[in-house]
């Protein structure tokens, strides 16, 4: 869990305790005076359902990014850069989700942003190491202990600086000096055969 699902699971937790035990108090003091329980109890039971329901918010996200990591395709990414997630804040501060790039199982280069979560300035997550994400159905997750230095097949490629929406790059057809072999490359960056694996300057 992030720090904001833990920050949930408490806030939820506190909630559900003090309208619990405001309830048990209240209908204690109904069952005393003979006044109908649920005029009593009816406010801190909205506090006990309300703890309730950030619990199981958390515990159901928790489940699908589970859910991802356990029938997701496995990937080797590259930390490429960071992304703050302005929709909520931790500490006045807007956490900061982490940008990685990865080959497909088809060999294509590809970006995605995935969900760490983490405070700006921790440094949890340099860029340039490598760290081990998953895929399934269009949805990311990661595995926060897999992030190492370690040079992966590709990684020069992976951490240059070329956009990668077709629409911002220029491609064109591209002999392979190692194996003769015709594909396609954007220009002005260094491309890696997808049939031998030679890397050349296009």
Known sequence: MNAAQ????????????????IALIMGSMARLTGMPFMAFVAIPLLFVALGAGFIIAVL?????????????IRYEAKIYGYVENT?????GRYPVNTKVRYFDTDQVEREAVIPTGFARGSGEYPIGMTITIYEYQGKFNFDPASVRDE????EAELM??????????????????????????????????PYCGGYQNV
């Open 60 to 72: 159901i996200s928790y489940s699908r990014k589970r859910k991802i990591r356990t029938h997701g």
């Open 160 to 193: 240059d600086d070329k956009p990668l929406e077709p629409e911002k790059l220029k491609m064109v057809a591209v002999t392979c000096k190692n194996c003769s072999a015709s594909y396609q490359a954007a220009t002005g960056y260094s491309s890696r055969c």
């Open 87 to 91: 929709s909520y804040t931790v500490n």
């Open 151 to 154: 040079v992966i097949p590709g």
């Open 6 to 21: 833990k920050i949930l699971i408490i806030i939820g937790a506190f909630f559900a305790a003090i309208g619990g035990t």
